[in-house]
Nanobody, 125 residues
Framework: QVQLVESGGGLVQAGDSLRVSCAASGRTFSSYLMGWFRQAPGKEREFVAA????????YYADSVKGRFTISRDNAKNTVYLQMNSLKLEDTAVYYC??????????????????WGQGTQVTVSS
């Protein structure tokens, strides 16, 4: 069992940066693929970024590529999402998730077993 707790969300202006974190409990954190998803009001949850268990591979949605960076610190059981050049359309609740090292595509929710409660990121003009 893995419990995930996100933090670091908030209200920022367009063009600003923000880093959200996800702290995980459990001894097997380092074995999981970790992902970030987001859900805006009235929209479906969408994939944002993922990182392999070792941190050696990272994956991004086209909409955030070049602006967001996912990283992890297995010693601290934490995964991060650094968000730069934020846009109004980045406003959403951001969820972290822990999933299997292999299996369904990393950008699909069904790859992930555990989910956090989410943290709100609001970008204003």
């Amino acid at each position: 069992q893995v419990q995930l707790v996100e933090s670091g969300g908030g209200l920022v202006q367009a063009g600003d940066s923000l880093r959200v974190s996800c702290a995980a409990s459990g001894r097997t954190f380092s074995s999981y693929l970790m992902g970030w998803f987001r859900q805006a009001p009235g929209k479906e949850r969408e994939f944002v970024a993922a990182i392999s268990w070792s941190g050696g591979s990272t994956y991004y949605a086209d909409s955030v590529k070049g602006r967001f960076t996912i990283s992890r610190d297995n010693a601290k059981n934490t995964v991060y999402l650094q968000m730069n050049s934020l846009k109004l359309e980045d406003t959403a609740v951001y969820y972290c998730a822990a999933g299997a090292p292999n299996g369904n595509p990393y950008y699909t929710a069904r790859r992930y077993y555990y989910w956090g409660q989410g943290t709100q990121v609001t970008v204003s003009s």
